[in-house]
């Protein structure tokens, strides 16, 4: 049967000619409602022609507590030639009461140690736990993050420090550049995201201020101009390309900053998770590779 438009276009080369340093992952909150397992995100993953996965840790905690084997997991991985380019966990690494930030260190060792143990390179650093009321000074915050930073090159996975653009605290591309900055640790990088960046309140031209290689992985979607900024919410995310954002603008500036990425897909919108999981997976990947091929040809 002949491939749809979607899946053609996923496969097509990029648009500069050549192969684009560019990679493209799968965030599996993309596929939350199909209710896969692991070692089918991961299926879906390959079969759809992504170079990497973005698991969720909560999912691989549930493998491994119903009896997955770690091991397993990374065979599979590596068989589909797929990396493990980020994570995403909720360590309270941020918060002030000292017993819960202690606890959450060790929620952020665990999870390094399991993601260490199937290849994974880096995980998510929200603001968990600051996110609902104005969260500590952004000095307090940088201090903070360097330890998790410190903790995360003991481990070897690399926490990115990620905006949240309907947090109380870190919601704004110039607080993530001013942590990032003030936390003085080589690893020290972000993890942007376009949603986030509209729900905050940023502009996009901010990004420039942010070195491209402190980017290793950028959350890739789109939304669309209703609901507004104020009470759009993360259900409403589309494929990148379906919305209002500007996506092949802000990316043609990215790549003439020298970003070489990631663009991992991240969607929670529940008319997709009605879907077959794998139509989805291809068609968001088709449609992130638009926008790229879009932003190339204009560089």
């Known amino acids: 049967m002949k491939d749809s438009p979607a899946a ?45 996965i973005e698991p969720w840790m909560r999912d691989l905690y549930q493998f491994v507590d119903q009896g997955g084997k770690l091991a397993d997991l990374r065979k599979q991985l590596e068989d589909a030639n797929l990396t493990v380019e980020s994570a995403i966990g909720f360590a309270k690494w941020i918060v002030d009461d ?20 199937i290849g994974g390179k880096r995980i998510a650093a929200p603001p968990i736990g600051a996110h609902t009321q104005p969260g500590p000074a952004l000095e307090v915050i940088a201090a903070r993050y360097r330890d998790l930073l410190i903790l995360g090159a003991e481990m070897g996975v690399t926490p990115q420090l990620e905006l949240w653009g309907f947090s109380k605290t870190l919601s704004r591309l110039s607080e993530m550049a001013y942590v990032a900055t003030a936390a003085e640790h080589p690893d020290a990088c972000v993890l942007p995201d376009f949603y986030h960046i509209y729900k905050g309140g940023s502009r996009f031209e901010g990004l420039g201020m942010i070195e491209a290689s402190r980017m290793h992985v950028f959350h890739m979607n789109d939304y669309p101009s209703d609901p507004p900024r104020d009470t759009i919410q993360d259900a409403d995310r589309v494929f990148p390309g379906d919305g209002v954002c500007p996506l092949p603008e802000i990316i043609a500036n990215l790549i003439r900053s020298g970003f070489v990425g990631v663009f991992s897909l991240e969607l929670f919108n529940p008319v997709y998770w009605q879907r077959d999981a794998l139509e989805v997976a291809k068609e968001g990947l088709a449609k992130s590779k638009a926008v790229v091929q879009a932003a190339q040809s204009s560089v």
């Open 98 to 117: 000292e017993a819960e930030r202690k606890a959450g260190l060790e929620e952020a060792r665990r999870d390094m140690d399991l993601l260490t143990q």
């Open 8 to 52: 053609e276009l996923a496969t097509a080369p990029a648009a500069s000619g050549g192969q684009s340093p560019i990679r493209f992952c799968l965030n599996t909150s993309t596929l939350r409602g199909q209710k896969l397992s692991v070692p089918d995100q991961i299926k879906v993953c390959a079969a759809a022609g992504y170079d990497a």
